[in-house]
């Protein structure tokens, strides 16, 4: 295992059962091109109508600034920004509401027939999620197929999965369950290395035109990164 923090990074055997998630959705989370309604109950000057999460995953908001709204449910925020006017205001009622909802997408990029995003249904797998994209390209690399996972603002995960031993040896055990707002990404060689890792997902998502990539902005977080791989036939 090899881990660093900072650019923290843990390396593990994949072992499905046991690759972190995102927490179970008790309720709808909050993230880009989402349109948000904050209402206060009394100090009404202070509601907004019509505020859109931007790519970088945050609001600009009176009184509080810049706040980080991707991975937040409405009631998270409305307890955030009940905090920051409770400077200005005596026991403020906040509610946030939201009024406009984008899909939940999984990315399919790199060595595919239509990179792009698509729209997360449930039961969703990485070969599913591949066939959607239209497979391989010729320079496609099968056996190091990549889920990219952000569990948390600070905590991103790389999943190393080698397809070629699922379709030829059908183990499915290794078609990993996606989930909303995972990056496939098919290279067309080996990443052998974290430090690889981190540098090809800085490529994947650095880019202006992959802002679209929800949630996904990581400039200025300190990161946490854990990367799960099994050697099959390779």
Not at 38 to 50: D, H, I, M, P
Not at 76 to 100: K, M, Y
Not at 166 to 180: C, R, T
């Amino acid at each position: 295992m090899y881990e660093q923090v900072g650019d923290e990074v843990t390396w593990a055997d994949l072992d499905p059962d046991s690759v972190p998630a995102p927490p179970e959705a008790e309720s709808y989370y909050i993230g880009y091109g989402d349109i948000l309604e904050v209402n206060f109950l009394y100090e009404t000057k202070y509601s907004r109508k019509a505020v859109k999460v931007r790519p970088d995953g945050r609001i600009t908001y009176p009184q509080a600034g810049e706040v980080f709204v991707a991975g937040m449910s409405p009631m998270d925020l409305d307890s955030a920004l009940t905090e920051s006017f409770s400077e200005i205001i005596l026991d403020p009622r906040v509610t946030v509401i939201v009024t406009e909802f984008q899909p939940q997408m999984v990315y399919v990029l790199g060595e595919v027939g239509t990179p792009g995003d698509y729209e997360y249904v449930r039961d969703m797998t990485l070969t599913k999620a591949l066939a959607v994209a239209y497979g391989y390209t010729n320079d496609a690399r099968k056996s190091n197929v990549l889920v990219i996972r952000r569990i948390a603002e600070d905590h991103i995960i790389g999943i190393e999965v080698n397809v070629d031993a699922i379709l030829s040896k059908n183990d499915f055990s290794l078609d990993i369950p996606l989930k909303p707002f995972d990056i496939v990404y098919v290279p067309k060689s080996r990443i052998a290395t974290t430090e690889q890792f981190i540098e090809r997902l800085y490529n994947i998502i650095g880019k202006p035109m992959d802002l679209y990539l929800k949630g996904w902005q990581i400039a200025n977080v300190q990161i946490y990164y854990e990367y799960f791989s099994r050697v099959l036939d390779r």
